[in-house]
């Protein structure tokens, strides 16, 4: 494939997988780490690994892992203790904000609160992604998926103090 053809299949990917990499990005922004920032670092980390990428997992799930993995590597490269994400940038970061009830913004708010591995998890079962899919972008057993995944929702419920 030549480069003009691998740039054209490349542009293509992220116009039909970009809704992925903003939820990630969403999901890990900060004062620190703004979301353009995010968004162009994991495009950027995509376009590299793009020649490498063998097809052993679907483009989505590869998409996702390098999404994480840019976001977690940008938590980790801030000097700073990360803050935590004020409710009017929070409103903002959420897609069609107005259409979204009391209870999911909150529930939004409380994820932001999660450690970052949780956060992964929570917003991949959001997505609907299964055990395995989980596993296989974070890296982590099936079984360590479903731990992680009950204690984080055993986390979210005692937060809201439900």
Not at 42 to 63: D, G, M, Q, Y
Not at 96 to 125: C, F, G, N, V, W
């Amino acid at each position: 494939m030549d480069k003009i053809d691998l740039e054209n299949r490349f542009i293509e990917i992220i116009r039909k997988n970009e809704r992925i990499i903003y939820k990630v990005c969403s999901f890990y922004f900060s004062d620190e780490l703004p979301l353009s920032d995010l968004y162009q670092e994991t495009v950027c980390n995509l376009w590299t690994a793009f020649p490498k990428f063998r097809n052993e997992c679907t483009i989505s799930t590869w998409i996702y892992r390098i999404a994480l993995n840019t976001c977690v590597s940008g938590l980790r490269k801030e000097t700073r203790q990360p803050k935590g994400m004020s409710a009017s940038a929070l409103y903002e970061s959420l897609p069609a904000p107005e259409d979204m009830s009391e209870q999911i913004k909150e529930m939004y708010r409380l994820i932001h609160q999660l450690k970052t591995m949780e956060k992964a998890i929570i917003l991949l079962y959001l997505e609907e992604k299964s055990y395995q899919e989980i596993a296989d972008i974070t890296g982590l057993t099936v079984s360590n998926v479903a731990t992680k995944l009950k204690r984080s929702k055993e986390k979210l419920k005692q937060m809201s103090n439900l």
